[in-house]
């Protein structure tokens, strides 16, 4: 380990200033969002980069008129996003560790054909299916956002399953067996013994399906009912695509109210989100 | 495979009654999800439709019209140059920002945190943010992002770097961590320099990760999607022998925007659809067949 009094040499330091005039190539764009933002239409088309001043101030009305404008509350798609993402995630993490626990323990044909169809159906992109699968999930009438999590489910289990599979194979087996002697069955087994040893996998398996979910926009949008139920990417999509009749500084403010949540949350659980990234790269 | 066979059937016997419970709901969902899609998918690739019930056979004709199709073409074409032109650009950003930002330096997790932060915004949103900072810089030489098809190649390459390269420095960052201490210090009392010590001490020992990212890019163009939407849409876009082709379009980008000309090209993107499957496919073996040689 490093002493801890170390001195920065000059070198370090010439590169933190280099990395901090290179972050602003980052901070900028969500910058300018938070600026034209706070802008009125016009002045946007006219400048974005312009900071806003007496004459092009809007202060919070962008994002007054934000909330219902395009004919659709932005809270509606909102609580949509938020729904179907907790509980698609809810719903893979408990029932693909299931899953990757019976297939680990369990040699039958079942588990190994399914376990072969999971690793075939993480080289399938989702373009492959996606015509059929909102046909599928219509007919199931798995097309609104309470029904959507199963569709979910089915699509991201692979990859969860692969996941989980890969940590609980490294799991020794003695545990379980002294779990059974003392004579707890399967379903005790693993929700008081094996469940709280998944931990670090649930935790990554969580992130990885959190992005993928919140962020999705191709898969709610050939799915759900369009006319009745839109996502966040989806409702900036639609603002997106009517360009120019739009007000762009009130989009903006959508855009800002989208994205805050995420750094909040982000900022409060950088450290697992990065775990989990570089795990899931490492087993993907 | 051997490795994982349970030792104790004190485990496995009883669980096997519960199969009910651990495998069948994924399964069935799996199977709405992934594997009934899957077949239609390859079913109706050979077919007219509009919808599964009014399909007909149609032989191979929507694979030869695919092969005929100026915009697939185009957009194979685009979407192979921007996987050459975004692995380059990402992999070599992100390793050189990740080999900084492990040596002792101040603010190093401030800037994790803000290379990262790009990845928890979605693709569309992204799009959006983007394609008012070029139309914002286009507007002073008096132009716009969709008037030419050169401005928005680079600028979704633009955009995807920014993205990806905070992505890939994390793996790189932990593969970096994973080099032995004791290599390096041996590298150190033998007198190498620090980019003896950096091409032949560390970098073999990161091909791994090397591999996983630039595998990581690779798939990762080929299906990018939301950003190509969001950004240009494929615009601007051209008429070739009564053909339209949008100039921008990336291949699943293509597919899409097939499938909504009108109902007489379902098939046809639905077999381009399993072209583009096959083609991922393959990328992801050739992916697995290097690695595990890595290994």
Redesign the interface.
Known sequence: M?KAK?K??LG??L??VF??A??L???V??F??VN?SFKSNNY?NL???ALPNAESFMGFDNYIKGMTFGNYPFLKSAWYSLFITVASVALILL??S??A????????L??KV?YY??LF?????????????S???DK?N?NTPYSIP?????????LS?FMFLGFI?DLP?DI??AA??DGC???R??FLVVLPMLKPTLISVGILQT?WV?????LPYLVLDRTQYMT??IH??YL?GSYGTVD?GA??AI?ML??IP??I???FC?KH??KG??AG??KG | MK??????T???R??????W???L???L??????????M??IY?SFCNFN??KDATWMGISNYVKVFNDAGFRNAFKNTALFAVVSIVIINLAAFFIAY??T??????N????????????????L???????F??IL?KYNTYLTANATYGFWGLVILVA?QQI??MM??Y??GFQSVPEDMLEAAVIDGANRWQTLFQVIVPNMMGSIA??TF?TLTNS??M??QN??LTGGAPSVMANGAKINMTELL?LN??ST?NINKNY?GV??AK??I??IL??VL??IQQYVTRKED
């Open positions: 490093k170390e920065y040499s370090s330091t590169l933190t990395f901090a290179l972050s190539v980052w901070v764009p969500i300018e969002v034209n946007v400048d974005p980069f029932l693909c299931m899953s626990w019976y297939i680990a323990r369990v040699k039958s079942g588990s399914f169809l999971c159906s993480m080289i399938v992109p989702f373009q492959m299916v996606m015509f059929t699968l046909f599928t999930a199931l798995l199963i569709v979910y489910l089915g699509f991201g289990a692979g399953i194979r087996i379980e067996e059974a002697i069955g399967p379903v087994t693993f992005m919140w962020n999705d926009y191709l966040i990417p900036v999509q997106k762009l989009t903006m855009i989208s994205i995420i750094i949350v982000y900022l950088q989100i990065i990234v570089a790269a490492v | 490795r994982t066979q349970p030792k104790g004190l485990v496995s009883p669980i096997r009654k519960f199969s419970l651990f495998l709901p994924t399964f969902a799996f199977c709405i999800g992934f594997v009934w899609p899957f239609q998918g109706l919808t599964p900084a930002l040596q002792k330096m101040r603010g190093s401030i800037f994790r945190t803000v290379f990262f932060m790009p990845n928890l915004i979605g693709g569309v949103v799009g959006y943010i983007w394609s008012m900072i139309d914002g507007a920014w905070g992505y994390i793996i960052v932990a996983v990212c990581l080929f299906k999607f939301d939407m969001a699943a597919i899409y499938y379902h993107a639905q659809a399993v583009f499957f991922v496919a992801a073996l």
